[in-house]
């Protein structure tokens, strides 16, 4: 057997094992409640100089499987090496952000004739907000036998604008204060007691942040091999407010070069969201690179 046949009998069975691994993560994440989505990228690159390189990006991210598209970004950066294995770049990324609508629980009002707890409340529709970000990195790598390894530390300030988004208060049920025992809808319609008392517009402030992220990975150079499996751990730590590990993000999977020019990425991603109340999220990436 020649070993351009091994080689993509292998590249086959990297592929079917990483498909496998992929739906059962994906089935893990549905079952546990945590996010669950799709990441994929554009990625072009061109060199302006022997250590010179222009690189474009584009991406869409979605949650809830496919069901509800959750972020969508365009980026330009520069790269420059400045040694063989020390490079420096710096880059602006437009994002798109969806925030989902969100509930918000105030104050206790009383049992309903169920003896059920009813409580006032808000509710947050979903909106956009728009980010700007600005990173700065330095990578090194080095090899160990037919690993390489690479050390990134990017500096990213981001700015996100102010937004403007409506408000839905529900006060179903009220208290008379001379009357412990009495309930009455306080909205203006007494046959929906679900029905919001009031709607209004508010204004999200501005808010800004900037963050430290270390990332570490791994790329395996199989002989002979167009496919390239890699693993990699970040972590995200907030400077403006010092909070260490902020969040932590790990990615295993693998690339397939096309040919010199071209290059195709299947990942599986897990981001853990340490500092928030948001839930973990767990995401298959696909990613499509070339030179232009």
């Not at 739906?23 to 010179?52: P, V, Y």
């Not at 690479?150 to 937004?163: D, M, N, P």
């Not at 730590?237 to 397939?256: N, V």
Request: glycine share 4%; aromatic share 12%; proline share 3%.
């Amino acid at each position: 057997m020649n070993s351009r046949l091994k080689n993509n009998k292998f590249a086959r069975l990297i592929a079917v094992a990483t498909v496998i691994l992929f739906s059962f993560s994906a089935a893990q994440a549905q079952s546990e409640c945590d996010d669950f989505g799709i990441w994929t990228s554009l990625n072009a690159s061109k060199k302006l100089t022997d250590r010179l390189k222009i690189g474009f990006e584009g991406e869409l991210r979605s949650i809830e499987g496919v069901s509800q598209m959750d972020r969508r970004s365009i980026g330009v950066d520069f790269s420059y090496d400045i040694l063989s294995w020390l490079k420096a770049d710096i880059g602006y990324i437009y994002i798109q952000s969806h925030n989902a609508e969100e509930k918000k629980i105030k104050d206790f009002v009383g049992l309903d004739n169920d003896n059920n707890e009813i409580y006032s409340y808000n509710i947050d529709r979903s909106y956009w907000e728009q980010r700007d970000r600005l990173v700065a990195s330095l990578s090194a790598s080095w090899k160990i036998g037919r690993v390489k390894f690479s050390l990134r530390e990017r500096v990213q300030y981001q700015y996100t604008h102010s937004a403007l988004v409506y408000e839905d208060q529900y006060r179903p049920f009220q208290k008379d204060s001379d009357d412990p025992n009495s309930e009455y809808i306080t909205n203006d319609d007494p046959n929906d007691p679900y029905k919001p008392t009031k709607s209004e517009a508010e204004l999200k402030d501005a808010k800004h942040n900037t963050t430290l992220r270390s990332r570490l990975t791994a790329k395996w150079d199989i002989k002979k091999c167009p496919v390239t499996p890699f693993a990699s751990v970040e972590l995200f730590t907030r400077l403006d407010k010092w909070q260490f590990h902020d969040k932590l993000r790990y990615r295993i999977g693998a690339e397939y070069k096309i040919d010199k020019d071209n290059e195709i990425s299947l990942y599986y991603l897990y981001q853990d969201n340490h500092s928030s109340s948001s839930p973990a999220i767990h995401a298959i990436g696909v990613g499509y690179s070339f030179d232009l």
